[in-house]
Nanobody, 127 residues
Framework: QVRLEESGGGLVQAGGSLRLSCAAS????????MAWFHQTLGKEREFVAD????????HYTDSVKGRFTISRDNAKNTVYLQMTSLKPEDTAVYFC????????????????????WGQGTQVTVSS
């Protein structure tokens, strides 16, 4: 069973930075597409960024382009989300997700495409 554990969330002032980490265990991490989603109260989980199994291909939602960077270290079974120039609207619970590729391509910006999820870490940006 694949287990994902996020860390690095917290309270930060607007304009500040945080780095989230997601450590994976129980599976072949290097084969997974990894992603970050966020969720606020009463809203659905929303795509933030994803990274291919090699780390060569990344995608971002428009609102974080130029501010957030997703990366992975397959030797450490860890994916990161470096967040800079944080805004109050970035406040949310951030979830790490893993997609095990299969014979059919999926839309990796959709939460339903992911097989495994972490418990989430709270990020709060004060104005």
């Amino acid at each position: 069973q694949v287990r994902l554990e996020e860390s690095g969330g917290g309270l930060v002032q607007a304009g500040g930075s945080l780095r989230l980490s997601c450590a994976a265990s129980g599976g072949t991490f290097s084969l997974f597409v990894m992603a970050w989603f966020h969720q606020t109260l009463g809203k659905e989980r929303e795509f933030v960024a994803d990274v291919s199994w090699t780390g060569a291909t990344v995608h971002y939602t428009d609102s974080v382009k130029g501010r957030f960077t997703i990366s992975r270290d397959n030797a450490k079974n860890t994916v990161y989300l470096q967040m800079t120039s944080l805004k109050p609207e970035d406040t949310a619970v951030y979830f790490c997700a893993a997609h095990r590729p299969g014979p059919v391509d999926v839309d990796t910006t959709k939460a339903s495409s992911y097989n495994y999820w972490g418990q989430g870490t709270q990020v709060t940006v004060s104005s």
